[in-house]
């Protein structure tokens, strides 16, 4: 599977097992319509072992710890069942580590599928996998969002009560009578209690509350603001200039809509100025490059983007066949279209002799906002349908 991609449930019990090179904590949370727990109890994890038709299953240190879902005994009211994981070792991230999970018939081990999340850095914990309910029937989708300041971080976002560890206390003449037990993110068996969580809620992702963010080639903004999703209109600006004065430069601006399966579904540009039942329009080609402000805008309404779109890779590309060391200034900035806002800035600071750049995409998560990442990747590449391919091998 794919980040985004989903598959129908052939079995009512399902496992789902997170196998690394190194040791994890998995845990599962029930959730609501809202995306939320009713209360602790619903977070699975190996001090609190079983909840209403999902229960963790330890794999005893030789084999991967699981979560089981019987979809036959999930209450009413919950929709979804997400599994997460995180690095047993205190400060642990996922870099260098690959975690695979693995979706398995509970009754008979059988593999229904796997899913391996690309691009893992600095996160020290993941939603890998979530089983869903949509239209009576339940699935299973691909998800692989990281989280900066680990599976405290997650809890919180779903709203399970994380408590720190108290204090150290001196000794005392008797021991205190035992607390009753409070749900807690696992930590670290025999080692000091964890860091407390980053200040910031949340996955720790660069986000809008602070105003205009300026992306670096590879870099990632969610476009939440005020804890809200952003899905009003955006226009996504993209504009550049002659390197050399006198000399035109006709470049073309696209977008690329793919399913969750890498799947090219429509290509916006000046020869197709509206695609997905005008969630997206296209401003119209511009000859030249000359000129201040943007040279071709692309209008996006996030909030009508249909669900089986789930990526958006913005491209530059050359028809003339004119190279990007020919080009100056290149850039693409994502605008509110309601304020003329400038939110998030992407400028191309190198050039290859090459006659397309992706430039950045779109991503919806499966929380439902969107996540802009910053490409800057050259491709020989001179009409938009030259660049289906290589946009969807940056989804």
């Given at each position: 599977?794919?980040p985004g ?9 399902v496992a789902?097992?997170?196998?690394a ?14 995306g ?7 977070f699975?994890f ?6 209403p038709g999902v229960?963790?299953r330890?794999?005893?240190g030789?084999?991967?710890?699981a979560?089981v879902?019987?979809?036959t005994a999930?209450?009413p009211?919950i ?9 047993d070792?205190?400060g ?8 695979t999970?693995t979706?398995r018939?509970a009754?008979d ?11 893992l850095g600095t996160?020290?914990a993941?939603?890998?996998v979530e089983i869903y ?12 969002q990281?989280?900066?300041?680990g599976?405290?971080g997650?809890?919180?976002d779903?709203?399970?009560?994380v408590e720190?560890?108290?204090p150290?206390q001196?000794?005392a003449?008797?021991p205190?009578?035992?607390p009753a037990?409070?749900v ?5 068996p025999s ?8 200040a910031?809620p ?16 590879n870099q990632?903004?969610?476009l939440?603001?005020?804890g ?6 955006v226009k996504?600006?993209l504009g550049?200039?002659p390197?050399?004065r ?8 696209s977008?690329?809509a ?8 429509d290509?916006?540009y000046?020869?197709?100025?509206t ?13 030249t490059?000359?000129g ?17 779109a ?9 028809f003339?066949?004119?190279k990007?060391?020919e080009?100056?200034?290149a850039?693409?900035?994502?605008v509110?279209a ?5 939110l998030?800035?992407?400028d ?13 995409k779109l991503?919806?998560q ?9 490409i ?5 590449a ?13 989804l």
């Open positions: 599977m794919t991609s989903n598959i129908p449930l052939s079995a009512a019990r789902v097992d997170v196998a090179p190194v040791r994890l904590d998995v845990s599962g949370l029930l959730l609501t319509a809202d939320k727990v009713r209360s602790d109890d619903d699975i190996y001090n609190q072992p079983a909840g229960t963790y330890s794999g005893g030789t084999a991967p710890d979560i879902v019987d979809t999930v209450p009211g929709e979804k069942i997400i599994v997460t994981a995180s690095p070792a205190a642990q991230t996922f870099q260098g580590i690959e975690p999970a979706l018939g009754d081990n059988s593999v229904l599928a796997t899913f391996t999340p690309p691009q996160e020290t993941l939603v890998i309910l949509r239209n009576g029937a339940w699935k299973a989708r691909a998800v692989g990281g989280y900066a300041n599976l405290a997650i809890a919180t779903f709203g399970v009560t720190e560890p108290p150290a001196p000794q003449p008797a205190a009578p035992a037990p409070q807690t993110a696992p930590p670290m080692t000091p209690p964890p860091a407390p969580p980053a910031a949340g996955t720790g992702k660069i986000n809008l509350d602070k105003g205009r963010v300026s992306l670096q080639k990632t903004v969610s939440v603001k005020g809200r999703p952003l899905l009003s209109q996504m600006g550049w200039e390197a050399y006198g000399k035109d430069i006709d470049l073309d601006a977008v690329i793919y399913g969750p399966q890498r799947n090219h579904l290509s916006c000046f020869g197709k100025l695609i997905l039942n005008g969630a997206i329009k296209h401003s119209g080609d511009n000859l490059g000359e201040g402000g943007d040279d071709e805008v692309i209008v996006v309404d996030l909030g009508r983007i249909p669900q089986e789930t990526g958006l890779v913005f491209t530059v590309n050359s003339s066949g004119q990007f060391t080009v100056a200034k850039y693409c900035r994502l509110d309601a304020t003329d806002e400038e998030v800035r992407f191309l600071t190198s050039a290859e002799p090459q006659t397309g750049v992706l430039m950045a991503i919806r499966f929380s439902g906002e969107w996540e802009m990442t910053a800057g990747d050259f491709v020989k001179r009409t938009v349908r030259n660049m289906v391919k290589p946009g969807a091998q940056t």
